[in-house]
C-alpha cells in the first residue's frame, strides 16, 4: 500500500509546510459530485490514531484508515496550466470520472 508524489507534488507540499506549518499533507475522500467521491487534501497538523502514513521524498502523507480503499496506490502531481495551479491525481482505482473531472467511482 502507498501514496506517492511527484517531485513537482513534494515542492509544492514543503512550499505550503514551510508557509503554513503542519506535519504533512492530509489526502482523503468526500462524497460530492456526480461520479460520488471528490479529493480532499489539506495540511495535517495532529494525525489521529487511525491514520495511516506514508512518507515519500521527506514528506509525509496521512490517509484515515477508512479512506484508504479509495487511495491506496495513488500518484500526487501538481500541475500548472496557465493560470490554474492544481493537484492531479493518478489513481489505479478510479473506474469512472464525471466530465468536469470533480468527481470519480470506484468499485
Not at 34 to 60: H, I, M, N, R
Request: net charge negative.
Amino acid at each position: 500500500m502507498a501514496v506517492t508524489l511527484s517531485p513537482k507534488a513534494v515542492n509544492r507540499v514543503q512550499q505550503f509546510l514551510q508557509k503554513d506549518g503542519g506535519q504533512g499533507l492530509r489526502l482523503g475522500v468526500k462524497r460530492t459530485g456526480c461520479s460520488g467521491w471528490a479529493y480532499t487534501v489539506d495540511l495535517e497538523t495532529s494525525p489521529g490514531k487511525d491514520d495511516v502514513e506514508f512518507q515519500d521524498q521527506g514528506v509525509k502523507i496521512f490517509v484515515a484508515k477508512d479512506n484508504l480503499s479509495f487511495l491506496d496506490g495513488t500518484r500526487i502531481d501538481f500541475v500548472a496550466e496557465g493560470l490554474s495551479h492544481t493537484f492531479r491525481f493518478e489513481n489505479p482505482n478510479v473506474t469512472e470520472e464525471c466530465g468536469c473531472g470533480e468527481s470519480f467511482t470506484v468499485n
